[in-house]
């Protein structure tokens, strides 16, 4: 099992920018992959940013695609989201997840995916 992480949410106005991260401990998160979901109350948890045990692939929500950048360091059991242009509507706590490889970053993006590990989540507050 891995333990799960985020940190470096907070208020910024919209705009700006915010790189939040997810420290892994336990077991490796080499072999897993590892993504991003954000809620808003009364919502439910979207996966919005995918990207797999090598680097090599990644993938975006259309609502983040061009101002967001997942990556990880696998040695270091860390994860990142690099968040630029923030808008308001991207208010919402964000969770990082480890999940199935089986699933495929197809799933975290459409839904359906098995996530075997979730963070506390980090909030992230954009004003406009």
């Known amino acids: 099992q891995v333990h799960l992480v985020e940190s470096g949410g907070g208020s910024v106005q919209a705009g700006g920018s915010l790189r939040l991260s997810c420290t892994a401990s336990?077991?490796?998160?080499?072999?897993?992959?590892m993504a991003w979901f954000r809620q808003t109350p009364g919502q439910e948890r979207e996966g919005i940013a995918c990207i797999y045990a090598g680097g090599g692939s990644t993938y975006y929500a259309d609502s983040v695609a061009g101002r967001f950048t997942i990556s990880r360091d696998n040695p270091k059991k860390l994860a990142f989201l690099q968040m630029s242009e923030l808008k308001s509507e991207d208010t919402a706590m964000y969770y990082c997840?480890?999940?199935?490889?089986?699933?495929?970053?197809?799933?975290?993006?459409?839904?359906?995916?098995?996530?075997?590990?979730w963070g506390q989540g980090t909030q992230v507050t954009v004003s406009s």
């Open positions: 336990g077991a490796s998160i080499s072999g897993k992959i």
């Open positions: 997840a480890a999940v199935r490889p089986t699933s495929g970053c197809r799933r975290v993006i459409t839904g359906g995916a098995t996530v075997d590990d």
